[in-house]
């Protein structure tokens, strides 16, 4: 079951407040940014964060699971819980780091 973008429109609008929330569909799936860092996984209608250690207290009770083949555990957040995701943003946000540039192929 792919995610469908009202799901993510929806999980977006809930951490609207955190700062500049913007989404890119990936590999059928789609990655959330807040202030262009990638913070939020979105998959099967699932929201996914990285099994950080910053988070280990805040969820340890939470499901953890696998978004995709060959990704790493992940936990799984009630995307309901508006407070708990904007919770989870104010953690990680100041330590993700930008993704790297691509480098532009030279066509010649």
């Known amino acids: 079951m792919a ?10 609008e809930q951490i609207r407040e955190t700062g500049a929330v913007r989404y890119r569909k990936m590999f059928g ?6 202030n262009d860092k990638p913070l939020l996984l979105i ?10 250690p910053q988070l280990t207290e805040l ?3 939470n ?3 696998i978004p995709y083949d060959k990704a790493k ?7 309901e819980n508006a407070e708990l995701l904007k919770t989870i943003i104010e953690i990680i946000e100041p330590i993700t780091p930008f993704p790297k540039a691509k480098k ?5």
């Open 43 to 52: 998959c099967d209608n699932t929201v996914y964060v990285k099994m950080l």
């Open 73 to 79: 555990e992940h936990y799984i957040i009630d995307f």
């Open 29 to 34: 799936e789609y990655m959330v940014y807040v």
């Open 63 to 65: 499901d953890t699971g």
């Open 104 to 108: 532009k192929k030279d066509v010649t």
């Open 3 to 12: 995610t469908t973008k009202d799901f993510t429109e929806f999980v977006c």
């Open 59 to 61: 969820l340890k009770d």
